[in-house]
């Protein structure tokens, strides 16, 4: 197998004639199309043609057809319309997803506790020590346990279960688990735990926290970042790599069947490897540019092991993420006083721990880690130092980049540039390039900033988790339509704005309405080719690749997608619908449509021939 590697093969293929008239034959030929290029004039051709991995030539049919040997493919479009790849540029592809529910627990090496059946902290703890039971955990072994709480059930786990309460289901094991947010963001640990932790890294901890603690001032067993951080990186059992590619591999194909060629988001090591494995193996359907976070919060960690853009074309690094810098949905980091009312009817209807109730006891102003007076919620140890902006200083000493970090509240943004600014000031050009993510409820003023330091922006297109219905809910009609996600205005100001999400967001960009079919900021809505754009070659270039990826131009990677639809005409509700007949990563079809297949006549040893419907069926 021919081992791809990062190549600047394509500075030779960049010719400002719009057909590249090489010398050889093209092995595909793709024509009678509508080739829409989304390049600088968003130009639309009839036919592409590719060599190797690569881009041969852009035109009209005769001329392209010119190109074609004896031995070359050549496929009738017969009008149907061509883009660049879809890239996502916020994912979060580090486990199988559903793919994995057939694992076991000692293979996934998560260990879950049922709350369906629980009723006190007692059942909880029972099912701690029956689970060690079962599967015959040693003294001393770690074990990871997932959570799956809803309603009052958050309660229990903040306020009533403490380290000493887990250590009687787990008086031998280090032992945590998740909370029903992000692990990242918070564990609960026993005192097994919290004593590997502070033996290594008490100094650390003690310095930048955040750990909850008791009356008593003692470590009480909940953690948040960079606290949770450590555990998870550094002590979290893993899985094996060859047994979790497979699904992961699956989950990717899934995204191949709708066009999207390239992923981003920042990953453990774990998942790094995976993403290795499967490239090395050359059965990777789709690109991942990923953010190295496993370093964050390792006392001592070398980050100029690293540099920005390395690995191969198909696995590698596009920036040192710090992951989340505040919580999301209630947990976000706020400026703006949240609606009393709305607050008072979340506690006396339906409560959950995303929801408004959790936020006026637990996170008043969000989970603010950027900001050295939280500490941890409303019950966390004082800092000493905050270890967020510590972490940008150093990204910036490095001269590294920062991105693929989860920002969701306004104050958070607010302050993160700040810091930025501050950095700029000291060394002029540092910070130009990095990324935030999410756009969830960002301040009008904030834009202007972002574009003076050359910052990029990765949105989804109503907010992280399209809150806006949640936003306004809380905060007012007028601050939903102002703060969510105000792409049209960051494109205005000159921001590099790219898309989390596929065809749902790309219609989103469009329309700008959830799910009832509300509009949300109106002003802000894009135009097709605009909305194209930003899910394309804005992508390639918030991932390090715009010379490489997101149009269709001769040199540049032939990451090409046939849509089952036409997506400068067809109705906006419909574009959400887009799938794909036949998707090319680098010149290789990564995935064909049944029917297209059997249309043509087409059926490439090794290639995946399938529909989406019959892919997540998988699941």
Request: overall charge negative; proline content about 4%; glycine content about 10%.
């Amino acid at each position: 197998m021919k081992k791809r590697t990062v190549s600047f093969a394509a500075a030779y293929f960049l010719l400002t004639a719009h057909l590249c008239l090489a010398q050889g034959k093209a092995d595909t030929i793709l024509y009678n199309g509508k080739i829409l290029t989304v390049d600088s004039q968003f130009s639309v051709a009839e036919a592409v043609a590719v060599s190797g991995d690569r881009i041969l030539a852009v035109g009209k049919n005769e001329e392209v057809l010119e190109l074609a040997g004896p031995d070359t493919l050549q496929i009738d479009l017969k009008g149907k319309t061509v883009t660049p790849g879809l890239i996502h540029t916020h994912v979060h592809m580090e486990s199988p997803g559903r793919y994995g529910r057939g694992l076991s627990a000692s293979q996934s090496k998560r260990y879950p506790l049922n709350f369906r059946i629980v009723k006190t902290k007692e059942d909880v703890i029972k099912q701690i020590k029956d689970t060690i039971a079962a599967f015959k955990f040693e003294p001393g072994e770690w074990i990871q346990f997932s959570t799956n709480p809803s309603g009052e059930q958050a309660r229990l786990l903040f306020d009533e279960l403490n380290r000493w309460e887990l250590d009687k289901g787990a008086p031998d094991n280090p032992i945590f688990f998740s909370l029903g947010v992000p692990i990242l963001n918070m564990v609960l640990v026993n005192s097994k735990a919290i004593e590997a932790l502070w033996d290594k890294h008490g100094d650390f901890i003690e310095t930048y926290g955040r750990y909850w603690i008791d009356e008593f001032g003692r470590p009480e067993g909940h953690l948040e970042a960079p606290a949770a951080r450590v555990i998870v990186q550094e002590f979290a059992p893993e899985p094996e790599v060859e047994v979790m590619a497979p699904l992961y591999k699956k989950g990717l194909e899934e995204r191949a069947a709708v066009g999207n060629t390239t992923i981003s988001g920042g990953l453990h090591g774990f998942s790094v490897e995976v993403y290795k494995w499967l490239d090395e193996r050359d059965e990777l359907p789709v690109r991942y540019g990923y953010g190295v976070s496993w370093t964050f919060g390792i006392p001592g960690a070398d980050n100029t092991q690293f540099k920005m853009g390395a690995g191969t074309d198909r696995v590698w690094i596009t920036s040192m993420s710090a992951r989340g810098l505040d919580g999301a949905g209630s947990r976000m980091c706020i400026s703006l006083d949240r609606n009393s009312q709305a607050v008072a009817a979340a506690e006396g209807g339906e409560s959950s721990l995303m929801g408004l109730s959790a936020v006026s006891e637990w996170w008043p102003r969000g989970q603010c880690n950027l900001d050295i007076e939280y500490s941890g919620a409303t019950k966390g140890a004082r800092l000493k130092a905050n270890y967020f902006m510590e972490w940008f200083n150093q990204v910036a000493r490095d001269g590294l980049r920062s991105g693929n970090v989860h920002v969701s509240g306004d104050e958070s943004y607010s302050r993160l540039l700040s810091e930025l600014e501050r950095i700029d000031r000291a060394n002029p050009g540092a910070v130009k390039g990095w990324a935030m993510d999410h756009c969830t409820m960002v301040n009008p003023q904030d834009v202007p900033r972002a574009a003076k330091l050359g910052i990029m922006w990765s949105c989804q297109p109503l907010g992280e988790g399209n809150r806006a219905p949640m936003v306004a809910e809380a905060f007012g009609d007028s601050v939903a339509h102002t703060y969510v996600s105000p792409i049209k205005s960051m494109l205005e100001a000159g921001i590099n704005v790219s898309l989390e999400g596929l065809w749902d967001g790309v219609e989103t960009l469009i329309t700008r309405k959830d799910e009832e079919g509300k509009v949300w900021g109106p002003d802000q809505r894009l135009d097709r080719e605009t909305a194209l754009r930003v899910a394309t070659q804005n992508g390639a270039n918030y991932v390090l690749k715009g010379d490489e990826l997101g149009s269709i131009e001769p040199g540049k990677l032939a990451d090409l997608v046939v849509l089952d639809r036409d997506y400068m005409t067809i109705p906006e509700e419909d574009i959400s619908e887009t799938q794909s007949l036949m998707t090319l990563l680098g010149g290789e079809i990564m995935f064909l449509h049944s029917d297209f297949s059997r249309e043509h006549n087409l059926r490439p040893e090794g290639v995946l021939i399938s529909t989406l419907e019959e892919l997540r069926k998988r699941r």
